[in-house]
């Protein structure tokens, strides 16, 4: 019930947005994320953006993951 | 089978279109050439060997990125043909076009079908052209058959796979099943996606002029790359692990699945072909084919082994080993 | 973006230390959500576990748990003339009593797989003199967008458009299962997308109320392995807690907007659940307000008498006291050419998925 795919909002029109999934384009409403700016990272599902993308975050997952021995069992 | 009806996953290549031809198509016609169940038929007249296919094309939309139902209808027969280790050298063509439709378009279609033939070698030698009533079809539907001769001393059968050959992939795949599906479902595609529809006679041509002991030949079109490998591994008896690491699909056909929850390896390909040859042979094939305008992005995507038989396995980017099924029925966009 | 050699790097880090971390005991890992079972398949991640970690799946398939009676309801409804049916893509193969949706667009029913719920609503707009009834099933990440669908077809004053709901909730189902205990799970793998909507909150009771670690998981093969990983300290230290391992996707407070919306449409009420059975308050129903937009409510119909398949052990599967494999039915009778319940039918079904992807089947 999970399928959902984190796009970049390259365009915006009030509720409806366009976003960018690498290279593929799509339009998804904002009803349940109205907040999202433009140029923001969002996870789309069914046609509607429902969650930011914290990009922060995503650069720590992506170093944990590259550097994991460093990590090991604190 | 017990459904009573045709329904749509008949169409899709996977393994209730298998079910289909194979329980009620087939035993209709039975006879030694239809049960080679290879491609195209082949046969000998007269002491030529020729080989011989047909297929239907009704495709929608009629025009798409990288091409059109026209060139789709010449390519693929001339895939067919080719995949048999022929040179096609005919094509027929069936038009059934509905009321209405417009000629420009038509003319559109038929000038795009010459200019294929006229890529892959072809002539279109003889044809019909019937009109049913508005409804009765979607625009049009076109039926090709093409004849070939297959190359001397050239035995290309989907039961020659064996243990330790290598299984090599001439390019990226789910471009043309993602052109074409796209409209549909409100996806816009990078410029880049087009569909890979291609004659790839000549580059079968020049294969195996260079490498006669070229085992399996053939593209992976409806039903997708996994379902064609599952077809070899069964006609064989042999197993097959690919890595998925190796398999090529792009970023943005791979974004596109994974927003309509698609398998790459599921989706057609129109301009593909998978070769099974003996280790040895591995660099001039990848040689030929990185040299033809087909081929730049070929490579060597997976082995056959003795086991397990008749499944094909997929070795994950984090190292497990997944079962590859056939496809069941056809794919539909979810949410979960 | 992380390259391959990066990927195969972390994962065996995980790995090796999943199998230090797993010992001797045997410890069962449930990952609820039906999108996970398919993910983990996908990424072959069971046979890189040691044989004493146990991956079961549960309830979360919202395919496998509806209803048969709700089919019923929308196969019956799509033999009526006048009515347009739209449709996840996951519905359409998923047998009911005695037919299902494939079958009957077969037969000429005009049924219509939407991506969107949204898309329902053009289709309604377009065809003035049809009804569209939008089959609305679900957790708590696709539930809000039917109700944000709901409030657009009131806001634009939409009077052919309803909704046939099936909506459930993951929480109340992951308290019957613990209450119920008749085989202990040692941790959840808890769904991400769920969390994205819902927060972490919803979740504090796994670990206070039942000791029960739980993780909120991603999607991607190193998600998954790291909050295998992340359940597997938590059991070793004997320290059950909520941990996320999801957080660039899933704040504390999850979308406080998406609830509201929800529950401005929704109320929460008892639900059936296919092969399990009536559950208290683990499912939506539309409030009274939205009343027009029920179809129940405002379309006669009438539905066939509701039959299950007799031997069919879907509830056991989902609630993971059994694995497929355990089911007499699994992979015999029972195939996902001719499923027998609703595990093997749906996509990302337990069953269906244990079958495609060789569990059991793979002898490589």
């Known amino acids: 019930m999970c399928l959902a795919v984190p796009g970049k909002i390259i365009d915006k029109q009030d509720m409806l947005a366009t976003v960018d999934i690498s290279g593929v384009q799509r339009k998804v409403s904002l009803m349940l994320l109205p907040e999202a700016k433009l140029g923001e990272f969002v996870l789309i599902h069914a046609g509607f953006a429902v969650q930011t993308i914290d990009e922060e975050e995503v650069k720590k997952t992506m170093e944990l993951f590259k550097e994991l021995e460093q990590y090991a069992d604190k | ?336 | ?364």
């Open chain 2, 1 to 336: 089978m017990s459904v009573a009806r045709i329904q749509m996953a008949h169409g899709s290549g996977g393994k209730v279109s298998h079910d289909l031809v194979k329980n009620i198509i087939w035993p209709a016609f039975a006879n030694d050439i239809l049960g080679e169940m290879h491609d195209g038929a082949q046969f000998v007249i007269g002491g030529a060997r020729l080989a011989f296919s047909t297929d239907s094309y009704v495709v929608k939309p009629l025009f798409f990125p990288g091409g059109d139902i026209g060139k789709l209808a010449v390519c693929g027969t001339v895939n067919d043909v080719a995949m048999n280790g022929a040179v096609p050298l005919y094509l027929s063509v069936g038009f059934v076009i509905e009321e209405g439709f417009s000629i420009e378009d038509l003319k559109r279609i038929l000038a795009s079908m010459q200019e294929a033939a006229a890529e892959a070698g072809v002539y279109i030698v003889t044809g019909d052209t019937k009109v049913v009533e508005k409804g009765a079809v979607d625009g049009i539907f076109i039926n090709t058959a093409g004849i070939g001769k297959i190359i001397d001393g050239i035995t290309i059968n989907g039961k020659n796979a064996k243990p330790g050959q290598d299984i090599i992939l001439n390019g990226y795949l789910g471009d043309h099943a993602l052109a074409v599906m796209s409209e549909r479902h409100g996806l816009e595609l990078p410029q880049s996606v087009k569909s890979d529809c291609a004659p790839l006679g000549d580059l079968v041509a020049s294969l195996l002029a260079a490498v006669p002991s070229i085992a399996v030949l053939r593209d992976p079109t409806r039903g997708g790359l996994a379902t064609t490998l599952n077809e070899i591994a069964l006609q064989s008896e042999v197993g097959i692990i690919i890595e998925e690491k190796d398999i090529p699909v792009s970023l943005a056909v791979q974004a596109a699945c994974d927003i309509l929850g698609f398998d790459p390896l599921y989706l057609a390909n129109e301009g593909k072909l998978l070769v099974f040859v003996d280790k040895e042979y591995t660099p001039q094939v990848l040689k030929i084919m990185k040299a033809h305008k087909y081929g730049r992005e070929a490579r060597v995507i997976g082995t056959v082994s003795h086991a397990p038989c008749g499944q094909v396995g997929l070795r994950t980017g984090i190292g497990g080993i997944r079962l590859l099924d056939m496809l069941m029925g056809d794919q539909l966009p979810r949410i979960c």
């Open chain 3, 1 to 364: 973006m992380l390259t391959n050699e990066e990927v195969k790097k972390a994962a065996d880090f995980f790995v090796r230390e999943i199998v230090s971390l797993a010992g001797q005991k045997p410890i069962r890992i449930m990952e609820v959500c039906g999108t996970h079972t398919v993910a983990i398949f996908k990424a072959g991640i069971r046979q890189l576990l040691p044989t004493t970690v146990e991956l079961v799946s549960g309830p979360g398939c919202p395919v496998c748990v509806t209803p048969n009676d709700f089919l019923d309801a929308a196969i019956a409804y799509s033999k009526q003339p006048e009515i347009i049916i739209t449709t996840f893509g996951d519905m359409l193969k998923v047998p009911g009593s005695s037919s299902s949706l494939a079958q009957e667009k077969a037969a000429g029913a005009d049924i219509r797989i939407v991506y969107s719920p949204l898309e329902s609503l053009e289709i309604a707009t377009k065809n003035p003199h049809k009804k569209v009834i939008f089959l609305a099933v679900g957790f708590e990440t696709t539930a809000p967008l039917a109700a944000a669908t709901v409030l657009m077809a009131e806001k634009e004053q939409i009077s052919n458009f309803y909704v046939l709901s099936a909506h459930k909730l993951v929480p109340p189902a992951l308290r019957v299962l613990l209450a119920a205990g008749n085989r202990p799970v040692d941790g959840f793998l808890l769904p991400g997308h769920v969390s994205a909507i819902i927060g972490m909150k919803p979740y504090d009771f796994l670990a206070k109320e039942f000791a029960t670690p739980a993780v909120v998981a991603g999607f991607e093969p190193l998600d998954i392995l790291q909050s295998i990983y992340l359940l597997l300290k938590q059991i070793q230290r004997k320290e059950p807690k909520l941990d996320n391992q999801y957080g660039r996707v899933v704040p504390v407070v999850g979308n406080p907007i998406a609830c509201q919306r929800l529950n401005e449409v929704y109320q929460v009420a008892d639900a059936q659940w296919r092969g399990i059975g009536i559950l208290k308050d683990s499912g939506l129903a539309l409030r009274e307000k939205y009343r027009a937009f029920d179809a129940l409510k405002n379309l006669p119909v009438t539905v066939e008498p509701t039959k299950e398949h007799k031997g069919c052990q879907c509830g056991q599967v989902l609630t993971g006291a059994l694995l497929p494999t355990e089911c007499p039915l699994f992979g015999e009778i029972c195939k996902p050419e001719h499923p027998v319940g609703s595990c093997m039918v749906s996509v990302e079904g337990t069953c269906a998925a244990w079958y495609k992807y060789g569990a059991g089947r793979w002898q490589g």
